[in-house]
């Protein structure tokens, strides 16, 4: 029940990962939004996710997982449903913050909750990335759902999204899950210990650098691509059997090579395959070139946030959900630091987006330095 509780968790933050993304085409249509606007969007997300994931972490320490899973699990519901009445841009900024607070819950509750399993044939960042292959496979189902089931309409997507959050709710409250690692009294001095690690700083801007890369492409290509020509469903296709098969692939593949090479050598060799294939995916020009460039990125960038987080929890176990939240939060800094930048550089005009989105190699280029120094 504790793994399961885990996997539709993951599954269901692959989900909204994605919703960004998919359903942009749409909303920026039928309110005629720019990619200023979109930018100011993914941002009220990124705030949200920043804020979920920081202060959960000591309320997961001190009162258990279950408490913070269920608690963003009805937050992502809420806004998911909430997103099928808004009106123009406030009301779409201000329900994509509600779902970013849900989202960063979920992915800081749920990630713990992966330290709990034990698999005798995987080690710790071996089991962390074969259940983050459950977020490449919401994160293949959205964008796939959207495009070859509800033809695009965002409604009936978001509807089904929130249904499968509402399963998940359920799944997460009657499951048991053990009690709280933490001290029963939060020590806020415990904190400031674990801001002042130098290991911590390094992982956290990591995870600055890449969630802004992964996020971008979740974010951004499918607007990217339809500026460059290709069809709304082939561009959701792309987005879906490209980059979210590549990540789900990815994790399955890594899960037993950790069992014999470091993390921190798998982080290195991870963020020199995403400067090179993210960059190849800029310049691609036809359907069939992109499909290939963006799996190939998604495979790179599969074990990067996974292992990561194996990491900053045998390094931090005694406050695990805490620096897990630090970690995560500085993540979703790097996407609100991303997003006004990739649509301030885009303006007005969705085909200057192949411009902007250079910041996503460029991330990954200083993800290697980052890492090597771990």
């Known amino acids: 029940m504790l793994i399961l509780a885990a996997v539709l968790a993951i599954f269901v933050y692959g989900m909204i990962a994605a919703m960004l993304g ?16 979109n930018g100011a969007i993914a941002m009220s997300q990124a705030v949200g996710l920043m804020i979920g994931s920081l202060f959960v972490g000591p309320l997961i320490d001190t009162q258990g997982k279950k408490i913070g899973l269920v608690l963003g699990l009805g937050l992502i519901a809420l806004a998911l449903f909430g997103l099928r009445s808004v009106k123009g841009f406030g009301p779409v900024a201000a329900m994509m913050l509600i779902l970013g607070i849900g989202g960063g819950v979920v992915v800081t509750g749920a990630n713990a909750l ?31 759902v959207a495009a070859r089931v509800f033809e695009n309409k965002s409604a009936r997507l978001l509807v089904f999204a929130g249904s499968m959050t509402l399963i998940t709710l359920g799944v997460n409250g009657i499951a048991p899950m053990p009690a709280p690692v933490g001290a029963v009294a939060f020590q806020l001095s415990a904190v400031g210990s674990l801001l002042g690690n130098t290991g911590l700083i390094l992982l956290s801007l990591l995870l600055f650098l890449y969630v802004a890369c992964e ?11 339809i500026a460059q020509g290709v069809a709304e469903s082939k561009a959701l296709t792309i987005l879906s059997l490209g980059f979210a098969l590549g990540l789900l692939l990815g994790r399955v593949a890594v899960s037993p090579v950790l069992t014999g090479v470091s993390p921190e050598a798998v982080l290195v060799g991870a963020s020199v395959l995403m400067t090179i294939t993210t960059l190849i995916m800029l310049q691609s020009k036809s359907d069939n070139i992109a499909w290939v460039t963006v799996f190939l990125a998604g495979i790179a960038m599969a074990p ?55 910041v996503i190699p460029a991330a990954s280029a200083v993800m290697i330095l980052v890492s090597l120094g771990l």
């Not at 998919?22 to 606007?37: A, E, G, H, V, W």
């Not at 897990?324 to 991303?338: E, H, N, Y």
């Open 114 to 144: 992966a330290a709990d399993i034990k698999l005798e044939w995987l080690s710790m960042a071996g089991v962390y990335n074969l259940l983050n292959l459950f977020f490449g496979l919401g994160g293949l189902v959205t964008p796939l």
């Open 22 to 37: 998919t359903i942009l085409p749409d909303i920026s249509k039928r309110f005629s939004l720019t990619p200023k606007q």
């Open 215 to 225: 996020v971008g492409v979740w974010n951004w290509l499918a607007r990217h691509l």
């Open 304 to 358: 990067v946030f996974p292992t990561t987080l194996a990491v900053v929890n045998a390094r931090f176990s005694a406050m695990a959900a805490t620096a897990t939240g630090i970690a995560v939060t500085a993540g979703w800094f790097g996407l609100v630091v991303s997003s006004p930048i990739i649509g301030g550089i885009a303006g007005d005009d969705p085909k200057r987006l192949k411009k902007a989105l250079l």
